[in-house]
């Protein structure tokens, strides 16, 4: 298989322009003729719904969730990038596309980059005239803050909210579409087939959550918007419902899933406190703004924080990255805190924590001006550990927040089956090997407002598709799989409760291919998921009817798929033999403990195709080509 | 600690219902209150019983997907907080707590604690939103807007739409949520142009849902998780009003063609 990425040729700065020029439009009377169907309510799923029905397609729109507000968007909290250089203090286009090349360590596309801060500019202006509440300056105009790993000032917040507020606009653009009888909304449905005829995505499969009733949607195009495989860890910061079976099911229906093992650990979450622990809460990395990191000098320094001298702690990103110190980026912050607490240093019940100190900003600013930048983050905090981290320092630990991998899509953003697009966190993204900070929001939006609305139009003023509806046989062939699948989970009768199996599983990941990642390691958890997973199948149990509100019978299914693409990412993680931002490959570092890129040969997006469950996949590589921003080992001393 | 739990198990909308005796034990207080239902939902399935359905999702109390009435609380004892947030430190050993799903005429009951919400989808369907097609939006600091406006639809707009206002008010009023977002979006100079109308639609919407009236109880505003002030629906009935005289002067059209008729906001009977 030939992976045409279908990049425009010229200057990097008139892609865009030229591309939308060159796309063919559909006339405004036959958009209605046209029905879209958009899986996910999300930053990407939402602006895409919307915007697809006010250009005047039929949409209909899916989500798990009692409604499309609740996606999983909601929980970002610093905020969103945008290249508006209001500030003054040098940002651009130019230098946000720069940035972001950087941060995610070479390893994404440079053309989807650049565009992506460029429409970064009306993402901003989009979502001010939408009412989204941002933070203001007495003059009325609108605030900036930096963020990790940025020295400019170009994040756009609204306290500590910043996802919830975006996706509220978004989820009420949606609604208004909704109100107007332009898109059909399906609250409490989950995809769980993708429906191809003749080669081109056609349809889906879903299951209605609350009758359980098995339902086939038929369309012109499909666009998957479902987030990210965080979940695959078990213990994440993604909600407890966020999972990969829709895009996962489309990667066995023939979409390739490119760099599955690029996942982000975000260094500011709450620790874990036990084995009964469900989920695990971020911190907003803004904290790092004000807040200083520390662990003891001496491993097993067990007084109390505040009885520690100056002299006898150490702050071990100022000390190690001079110029960036607390604010390096996620992968860096991420590594050097395991690696402090690996050594003994860590601080809590556990071990496995390092103190956020806001005791000297306190002391320069005054709790005031704290409470101000930080305070539902410090309630949040203060809620869940029962400490007050005005008095006390915080303590924090990384967690698995965010995957860069993805399903693989061109420039259009439409996958390797014709008429499958992936949008937002579903895709395998801009942001390369690592995300930076404030980044997702504004690629979710760029995907769903400003890109995929166009780019389909394209596919289908030049598809020339045939009438195809649901009495199709590829539908009936579909619904089928999915109700033979609810009916063998029902049937097993084993032993032990799908969580059971998935916090098996997540530790299995967690340790083998988590913040770093072993050749030897990686081994050993291929030979032990497919066993694994044997057992998950012979041995779950899964109470209740199919015909039912059946929470562990939606679990299941996703669990199932989450055991099938702990392998690939396994595999992915040990065919890459380097180390490139979140993938860290003890094997490939420098001598100061950085990681190590090889760029001779692995310049490309590993994108795999899928060739049965249990059966070796086989790997396609898409080169990637730097022509603006030239690869250099990232540095933030 | 140890718990005794009584919890409303239905299985359906058509099923009756009824409350169902558990003890469950060896709770730690650090875990928050959904994730000690895990441990008893982990032993029914166990037992072969099975588990007790509760909607949650992000488990850090923005989604608003969680929700139940905890001795006759919504969200339980503590302020400001949702359940998934509630950790089992404001508990004492031996405790008996009664859970019940959020009880409302426009919240049916789907399964045990979970409701269907999608009435607040439709209120916010009928005009809770500022027109603004994609790519029609002028330059962001075109719009000034002082710093203690956008501090006001801020507070305003951090309503989570988990029904916790409805299912605690004694006429199972949607007068805060609905209240809140008229207010988010009224205040800014973005949302003027459609105030009027958007408050007209959203509160037939709230009645054609057979939400019940407000007669400013405030027990919305002690429950609700993220501290929204009844000033909102003060907000919201001097906009009604306003409307109303809007619309009799001819100052927009009001697609609803019910004003004048429709009971107002706190004053139905």
Sequence with gaps: MELDAKIPSGPIESRWDRHRFEMKLVNPANKRKFHVIVVGSGLAGASASATLAELGYRVSCFCFQDSPRRAHSIAAQGGINAAKNYQNDGDSVYRLFYD?????????????????????????????????????????????????????????????????????????????????????????????????????????????????????????????????????????????????????????????????????????????????????????????????????????????????????????????????????????????????????????????????????????????????????????????????????????????????????????????????????????????ANRLGASALMQGLADGYFIVPYTIGDYLAGAKLPKVDVTHAAFREAETQVACQVKRFLEIKGSRSVDSFHRELGKLIWDYCGMSRTAEGLRFALEKIPRMREEFWRDVRVLGNGDDFNQSLEKAGRVADFFELAELMCLDALERNESCGGHFREEFQTPDGEALRDDANYSYVAAWEFKGVGEQPVLHREPLEFEYVHPTQRSYK | MNLILHIWRQRNHADSGRMVRYEVNGINPDMSFLEMLDVLNESLIVKGEEPVAFDNDCREGICGTCGFMINGVAHGPERGTTVCQLHMRHFKDGDELYLEPWRARAFPVIRDLAVDRSAFDRIIAAGGYISVSTGSAPEANSIPVPKEVADQAMDAAACIGCGACVAMCPNASAALFTGAKITHLGVLPQGQPERYRRVISMVAQANAEMFGSCTNIGECEAVCPKEIKLEVIARMNRDFIRASWAARDGAFRDDAAEVGKLPLAGARR
Aim: glycine share 12%; aromatic share 10%; with cysteine.
């Design chain 1, 100 to 432: 972001t090349v950087k941060g995610g360590d070479f390893r994404a596309r440079e053309s989807n980059v650049y565009r992506l801060a460029q429409i970064s500019l009306n993402i901003i202006d989009q979502c001010v005239a939408q009412g989204v509440p941002f933070a203001r300056e007495y003059g009325g105009t609108l605030e900036n803050r930096s963020f990790g790993g940025a020295q400019v000032s170009r994040t756009f917040y609204a306290r500590g909210q910043t996802g919830q507020q975006l996706l509220l606009g978004a989820y009420q653009a949606l609604e208004r579409q909704v109100g107007a009888g332009q898109v059909a909304m399906h609250p409490r449905h989950e995809m769980l087939e993708l429906v191809l005829v003749d080669g081109r995505a056609r349809g889906i499969v879903t299951r209605d959550l609350v009758s359980g009733r098995i339902e086939s949607h038929a369309a012109d195009a499909v666009v998957l918007a479902t987030g990210g495989y965080g979940n695959v860890f078990y213990l994440s910061t993604n909600a407890k419902g966020s999972n990969v079976t829709a895009i996962w099911r489309a990667h066995k229906r023939g979409a390739l899933f490119a760099n599955p093992c690029f996942t982000q650990i975000h260094p500011t979450c709450i620790p874990v406190t036990g084995d009964y622990q469900s989920k695990l809460t971020l911190m907003s990395e803004s904290l790092r703004n004000d807040g200083r990191i520390w662990v003891p000098l001496q491993k097993g320094d067990k007084r109390w924080p505040d009885k520690i001298p100056e002299q006898e702690r150490d702050y071990f990103l100022e000390r190690k990255y001079p110029s960036f110190g607390n604010l390096v980026p996620r992968d860096v912050a991420s590594r050097n805190a395991k690696a402090v607490c690996d050594e003994g240093r860590g601080v809590g019940e556990s071990g496995y924590g390092v103190y956020l100190d806001f005791r000297d900003a306190i002391q320069r600013l005054g709790r005031e001006v704290i409470r101000e930048r930080y305070g539902n983050l410090f309630d949040m905090y203060q809620r869940i550990t029962g400490e007050d981290p005005y008095l006390v320092p915080m303590r924090i630990y990384p967690a698995t927040h965010y995957t860069m991998g993805g399903l693989w899509v061109d420039y259009n953003l439409m996958s390797t089956i014709p008429g499958l697009y992936v949008i937002g966190e579903a895709n395998f993204s801009d942001h390369g």
